[in-house]
């Protein structure tokens, strides 16, 4: 809930902003549309009252005079909310008649009847002056009209709370709508959320995309593929514990049993039968712990973030040579290597692992005198790698079950756990390679070749 009004309150600064700034302009193109007009009925009203006061001018005995009765005077001056005051001068500033206060203040007007206004103080008074140049008699006369400015203060501040205020009630429904949309809108992440929160902790079933919004359905598909990576990692682990779990405790209960029949025996030549036999149940014990952990790390969800490089598989496979020679001639098995470049992209503790496997699972399984022959190269494009034996060989219609975990065919000699080609097929899948199983020359024995994608191809493949 805080992530969703967290995206609520963004999405709300950001609308306000601009909305603030047209509601600014707005009120401005508001408050022009309203005050404009009666400003200028204000001044045309000036303008009305210098046109009749040049009606009045008059030469008499050679001097322009205002004929204006008391009346007239009156009637000119009427407003009710400011004071209106008027005046006549001569071009040379001489003033006719009119009103003491008001200076002579013409603003040249380029045309007889052109009228200037201006803003003035006069005597701590603002006022709205009109000026007006008319000629009498081929004379210049000025008429200067003035009103205070009351009733134009009054109407600004009128034109600007009505024009505000209806912008501001409009800002406010727009602000409204727009919270509500947003909440509406954010209304399928919330339910998103909802479900999440009444899941149970083991519950890594992918999230609905079906009412998820648009744009968020990247993240929701981003998360899914998370929730499977998890769930297959959990899963791995859940069926190692198992599996190591079920497979230790025999060869641990052997091991507690020769221990218990040792201490109990007092021929020392049986004592160590028993020492022996406790020794080589360690070893297997040893053997299958090894294993154990060597399946765990080759699954794909412990070797996911595991770093990819080039590597060559004959480099590999003469590195784990050295490491076989000894149970090779302890058995006396021909051991023998057929190594070209094969270039893969791979992790290579993981590929060493594999190859190691291949070669001591041929080793369990080989008769004493036997031979195994490890083999790189690229056939058709693709690297590959083949381990081959003389051995007692894999029926046909066991090999699709020989890469189960903890799988010996019946009857087979070795003290194999079962787990080493369950590795290989691990590593395989984690590579991108396939395994294929058939029968050795002569039809004897056994071979197993994985075949990987081209360097180029595999490179695309772990980059992803």
Request: charged fraction near 25%; include cysteine; proline fraction near 5%.
């Amino acid at each position: 809930m805080m992530r969703a009004r967290g995206i609520q309150r963004r999405l709300l600064q950001w609308v306000l902003a601009p909305l603030l700034v047209l509601f600014m302009l707005g009120v401005y193109s508001d408050f022009r549309l309203a005050y404009k007009p009666a400003i200028d009925a204000y001044d045309q009203a000036l303008v009305d009252t210098a046109l009749a006061l040049a009606v009045s001018m008059r030469r008499t005995n050679g001097q322009v005079e205002m004929a204006l009765s008391a009346q007239a005077d009156a009637v000119l001056r009427v407003d009710r909310a400011d004071h209106i005051f008027f005046a006549a001068f001569t071009g040379d500033g001489q003033r006719i008649a009119g009103d003491a206060l008001l200076p002579y203040a013409p603003n040249s007007p380029n045309a007889e009847g052109e009228i200037e206004y201006r803003d003035l103080n006069v005597e701590g008074q603002d006022i709205r002056l009109a000026t007006m140049r008319v000629v009498i008699d081929g004379e210049t006369v000025w008429i200067e009209v003035a009103e205070t400015t009351r009733k134009r203060v009054d109407l600004f501040w009128r034109a600007i709370m009505m024009t505000a205020g209806a912008d501001f009630l409009q800002l406010l429904a727009v602000l409204a709508i727009v919270a509500i949309g947003v909440r509406v809108g954010l209304a399928p992440l919330d339910r998103l959320r909802q479900e999440i929160e009444r899941r149970s902790p083991r519950d890594l079933q992918p999230l609905p995309l079906a009412d998820v919004p648009e744009e968020a359905q990247p993240l929701i598909a981003a998360l899914n593929r998370q929730l499977a990576l998890l769930d297959e990692s959990i899963t791995s682990r859940d069926r190692f514990l198992l599996d190591a779990a079920h497979q230790l405790k025999t060869p641990l209960a052997a091991l507690q049993t020769q221990l218990e029949l040792a201490m109990q025996e007092a021929d020392p030549s049986a004592r160590q039968t028993r020492y022996r036999q406790m020794a080589e149940g360690t070893a297997r014990a040893s053997h299958l712990v090894h294993q154990l952990l060597a399946l765990a790390r080759a699954e794909p969800s412990a070797a996911l973030t595991a770093p990819s490089s080039r590597i060559d598989l004959s480099a590999l496979a003469e590195k784990i040579a050295s490491t076989h020679l000894d149970a090779a001639i302890a058995k006396e098995i021909d051991i023998g290597f057929e190594l070209t470049a094969a270039p893969v992209i791979g992790i290579p503790w993981l590929l060493q692992e594999l190859i190691a496997n291949l070669v001591d699972n041929a080793l369990i399984y080989t008769q004493s005198g036997g031979t195994v022959t490890v083999r790189t190269g690229v056939r058709d494009g693709q690297p590959f790698l083949e381990v081959e034996d003389n051995g007692p060989g894999i029926p046909p219609e066991l090999r699709g079950k020989v890469f189960d975990r903890f799988f010996r065919i019946s009857g087979s000699a070795g003290d194999g756990c079962g787990l080493g080609l369950s590795i290989v097929k691990e590593i395989a899948t984690r590579h991108k390679g396939e395994i294929s199983l058939a029968t050795g020359k002569e039809g004897v024995g056994t071979i197993v070749r994985v075949s990987f994608p081209p360097c180029a191809e595999a490179d695309m493949g772990t980059s992803q």
